[in-house]
């Protein structure tokens, strides 16, 4: 996991270790939701508008292939801390399910370009209609020069297949059906 920077600015506010510490710990816990952080800036701020002061917390946060800015204002700079967190949390959770709806995606669409390279089925549907027995099958599978024949046993009127081997032989099968 690669070292995490993180660097805190103060405008138009003091400079404060716990203010800083705050924040840092708080980016420190995205690390949670989100392992390859490389970089936080955040900007802390303090804002008067008609005698009344708001907090204002900006983050610029860049990770391997997303970067998130966010801002959010309170009444007081640990407030509006907690409230960019949130938010930066809410965008991380928000990318993460996106790629793993791509990421599904892509596999479906992997799936379907197997399916793709799936060898052409041919149907057929030629079969003896008439009972044969086993030996009357494989001379007729002989003389059509095919792997194969289905047929009606007339010994046991099951549905059979007769096929011929690798090795030259011949192979019955007669389910139980």
């Not at 003091?14 to 936080?40: F, P, T």
């Not at 967190?85 to 928000?94: G, R």
């Amino acid at each position: 996991m690669t070292q995490m920077n993180i660097a805190v600015t103060f405008k138009h506010i003091g400079s404060s270790d716990a203010i800083r510490q705050y924040a840092e710990s708080k980016v420190l816990k995205l690390e949670k939701y989100l392992n390859n952080i490389m970089e936080a800036h955040i900007t802390l701020s303090m804002e008067r508008v008609e005698h009344k002061e708001s907090g204002i917390a900006q983050i610029k946060l860049t990770a391997k292939n997303l970067t998130i800015n966010a801002e959010e204002k309170s009444s007081d700079i640990y407030s509006a801390i907690d409230l960019l967190m949130e938010k930066v949390e809410a965008q991380i959770k928000k990318h993460k399910e996106k790629n793993r709806r791509k990421d599904y995606e892509d596999k479906a669409l992997t799936g379907a370009e197997e399916e793709e390279n799936i060898p052409n089925i041919e149907i057929r549907q030629d079969y003896e209609k008439y009972p044969l027995g086993i030996e009357e099958a494989v001379q007729k599978l002989k003389k059509r020069n095919e792997d194969f024949i289905i047929f009606k046993d007339k010994v046991s009127s099951k549905i059979s297949f007769i096929f011929k081997g690798e090795d030259g032989n011949f192979s019955l099968i007669a389910p139980d059906l």
